[in-house]
């Protein structure tokens, strides 16, 4: 193995996400326009490039590695990159492999996954509601993601479930939402929506709940106590007394989180962003294309990890937008 990755910061880099596709077969209304324009698939690395780059991560000190989208499973042979991917969790090299989904496609490669080494499986749900949930996916229907969540917890799958807090849209299911996570089995984690994609500035304002009003609503009912847990994310937790859940809470809004990041981002076309709130990036396209030899492949994902910001700037406070980033989280990966 090689020097580890560290940041000017002192923050160690150990875990990459990586979006292997921008299309999706939902368009939440948060994350994509209904007319979503995606790259040429000629534009995409192929499977075994993100292979070759991914190990190069993992070769450099990265043991956590989280595959995203765009909805990841429906890139086709994506199962043959999990497999693949597994060789560095029996090598040892890698200590998680894991995913974010949006559930549909989960029934069909629940057994798979989990035969590739995956325990843990993030699922993007807000909302219980069938109506509901047609509406902010608009193309998604409901059970087919239970199903999905059904598939995953049979084959031994530990199910996360991510709520975007949505003003007006889930407020009224806070308590059933926390309920079905309880009494399912379920990690449950609340996420504050982002400035990502240009959907306007008004759509973003009229969506954000901040987290600090949903946990004070939670505190009413339920005792809180916070934990000092760290799972490698940015979220921090509580403890639900009366349930014993654990409820994590991702908040780039009301509390940044930067201080202890340890993660980039690589784009299905070989772009690491540094920070998932900042423009900057850097093109690993050209040295992975450029040599099948890994030293100018290395040498440039040095290179970017020295560019690592301190924090992203989002802020929504005075009833503005700021650090609102054009592109769209399906492009940077969630
Ligand atoms: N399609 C998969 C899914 O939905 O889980 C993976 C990609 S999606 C971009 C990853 C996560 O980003 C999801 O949990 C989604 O809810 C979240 N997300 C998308 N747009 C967001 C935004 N503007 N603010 C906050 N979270 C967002
Ligand atoms: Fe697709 Fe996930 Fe974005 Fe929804 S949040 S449109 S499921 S990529």
Same mark, same amino acid.
């Given at each position: 193995?090689?020097?580890?990755?560290?940041?000017?910061?002192?923050? @160690?880099?150990?875990?990459?996400? !990586?979006?292997?596709? #921008?299309?999706?077969?939902?368009?939440?209304?948060?994350?994509?326009?209904?007319?979503?324009?995606?790259?040429?698939?000629?534009?995409?690395?192929?499977?075994?490039?993100?292979?070759?780059?991914?190990?190069?991560? %993992?070769?450099?000190?990265?043991?956590?590695?989280?595959?995203?989208?765009?909805?990841?499973?429906?890139?086709?042979?994506?199962?043959?990159?999990?497999?693949?991917?597994?060789?560095?969790?029996?090598?040892?090299?890698?200590?998680?492999?894991?995913?974010?989904?949006?559930?549909?496609?989960?029934?069909?490669?629940?057994?798979?996954?989990?035969?590739?080494? !995956?325990? =843990?499986?993030?699922?993007?749900?807000?909302?219980? $509601?069938?109506?509901?949930?047609?509406?902010?996916?608009?193309?998604?229907?409901?059970?087919? %993601?239970?199903?999905?969540?059904?598939?995953? =917890?049979?084959?031994?799958?530990?199910?996360?479930?991510?709520?975007?807090?949505?003003?007006?849209?889930?407020? $009224? &299911?806070?308590?059933?939402?926390?309920?079905?996570?309880?009494?399912?089995?379920?990690?449950?984690?609340?996420?504050?929506?982002?400035?990502?994609?240009?959907?306007? &500035?008004? $759509?973003?304002?009229?969506?954000?709940?901040?987290? *600090? #009003?949903?946990? @004070?609503?939670?505190?009413?009912?339920?005792?809180?106590?916070?934990?000092?847990?760290?799972?490698?994310?940015?979220?921090?937790?509580?403890?639900? @007394? &009366?349930?014993?859940?654990?409820?994590?809470?991702?908040?780039?809004?009301?509390?940044?989180?930067?201080?202890?990041?340890?993660?980039?981002?690589?784009?299905?076309?070989?772009?690491?962003?540094?920070?998932?709130?900042?423009? $900057?990036?850097?093109?690993?396209?050209?040295?992975?294309?450029? *040599?099948?030899?890994?030293?100018?492949?290395?040498? @440039?994902?040095?290179?970017?990890?020295?560019?690592?910001?301190?924090?992203?700037?989002? #802020?929504?406070?005075?009833?503005? %937008?700021?650090?609102?980033? *054009?592109?769209?989280?399906?492009?940077?990966?969630?």
């Amino acid at each position: 193995m090689t020097a580890p990755l560290i940041d000017p910061f002192a923050r @160690a880099i150990t875990y990459l996400r !990586v979006s292997v596709t #921008d299309r999706c077969d939902f368009r939440c209304v948060y994350c994509m326009s209904e007319h979503m324009q995606f790259l040429p698939k000629a534009d995409l690395l192929t499977l075994e490039e993100l292979d070759r780059l991914c190990s190069a991560f %993992v070769e450099m000190g990265v043991e956590k590695l989280r595959i995203t989208g765009g909805e990841p499973l429906v890139r086709r042979g994506i199962m043959t990159f999990f497999r693949a991917m597994s060789r560095h969790l029996a090598s040892g090299a890698l200590k998680e492999l894991t995913l974010t989904t949006n559930g549909s496609q989960l029934a069909k490669h629940a057994a798979e996954l989990a035969d590739c080494g !995956v325990r =843990r499986v993030n699922v993007s749900l807000d909302t219980l $509601d069938a109506a509901k949930f047609a509406e902010i996916t608009r193309w998604g229907r409901l059970p087919q %993601v239970l199903d999905g969540i059904a598939a995953a =917890r049979a084959a031994g799958l530990k199910v996360k479930i991510n709520v975007v807090a949505l003003k007006g849209v889930n407020e $009224d &299911e806070l308590f059933s939402l926390t309920r079905w996570c309880a009494d399912e089995g379920h990690d449950l984690t609340f996420i504050e929506v982002m400035p990502m994609g240009d959907l306007g &500035e008004e $759509d973003r304002l009229d969506q954000y709940w901040p987290l *600090s #009003d949903l946990r @004070a609503r939670l505190a009413e009912r339920y005792t809180l106590t916070d934990l000092t847990d760290r799972t490698g994310g940015p979220a921090r937790y509580v403890r639900l @007394a &009366e349930t014993g859940q654990r409820i994590g809470f991702i908040t780039p809004l009301t509390h940044n989180f930067c201080e202890s990041c340890n993660r980039v981002r690589l784009t299905c076309t070989g772009e690491l962003y540094m920070c998932l709130g900042q423009e $900057d990036r850097a093109d690993l396209r050209a040295p992975l294309r450029a *040599s099948p030899d890994d030293a100018p492949l290395r040498s @440039a994902i040095r290179a970017a990890i020295t560019r690592k910001p301190k924090g992203h700037d989002f #802020d929504y406070s005075r009833q503005t %937008v700021r650090g609102q980033m *054009s592109r769209h989280m399906s492009h940077t990966g969630g």
